[in-house]
Antibody, heavy 118, light 110 residues
């Protein structure tokens, strides 16, 4: 079945970077119509779209408030997407989700908790 | 940027009764390809969101028939014909015509 499996929880200090992985299976990762979006959810808050990457051509788009701090990449040889967030702050503490994006988000990863604390 | 506004913020419902959630967008979500890029999700406690409705009015695979989506351009509605206990959680709308933006969420409780 189609699934996205994310890497495990992370604890980072302010100013550090974190890289979360999202391994896809059950579908053609590089098919033209499928992107991978990243969404985060701070504790007790709503959902925030962070950006997307298109494995087919490596195109990326980032939310304006994260420009310059986030990098989204893919490794087509392993069907894995990555989201790296730099210069972490306490308000980056959140659950980070990847989701398959054929225009909306139909399949989601299980989420990765990232805690930023000194 | 497109702003998505959901109402109400929270909803207390009785099992077996209907429920309705509104989502308004600041710009039309109707694309020149004829599709309307509006989606509905339910996030149950401790779980990732799950897709309920895609392109405004199409139920996703496995979604019960009691869920329906309607609306056009900028005004959309998610309806639950008869609420069940398993429907509790937070409902979100999402636009994907221009990047992606979520609504603020509607908490549904029994």
């Amino acid at each position: 079945q189609v699934q996205l499996v994310q890497s495990g929880a992370e604890v980072k200090k302010p100013g550090a970077s974190v890289k979360v992985s999202c391994k896809a299976s059950g579908y053609s990762f590089t098919s033209y119509g499928f992107g991978i979006s990243w969404v985060r959810q701070a504790p007790g808050q709503g959902l925030e779209w962070m950006g997307w990457t298109i494995p087919y051509n490596s195109d990326t788009k980032y939310a304006q408030n994260l420009q310059g701090r986030v990098i989204m990449t893919t490794d087509t040889s392993t069907s894995t997407a990555y989201m790296e967030l730099r210069s972490l702050r306490s308000d980056d503490t959140a659950v980070y989700y990847c989701a398959r994006d054929p225009g909306g988000f139909d399949i989601w990863g299980q989420g990765t908790m990232v805690t930023v604390s000194s | 940027d497109i702003v998505m506004t959901q109402t109400p913020l929270s909803l207390s419902v009785t099992p077996g009764q209907p429920a309705s959630i509104s989502c308004k967008s600041s710009q039309s979500l109707l694309h020149s390809d004829g599709k309307t890029y509006l989606y509905w999700y339910l996030q149950k406690p401790g779980q990732p969101p799950q897709l309920l409705i895609y392109e405004a009015s199409n139920r996703f695979s496995g979604v019960p028939e009691r869920f329906s989506g309607s609306g056009s351009e900028t005004d959309f509605t998610l309806k639950i014909s008869r609420v069940e206990a398993e429907d509790v959680g937070v409902y979100y709308c999402l636009q994907s015509i221009q990047l992606r933006t979520f609504g603020g969420g509607t908490r549904v409780e029994i």
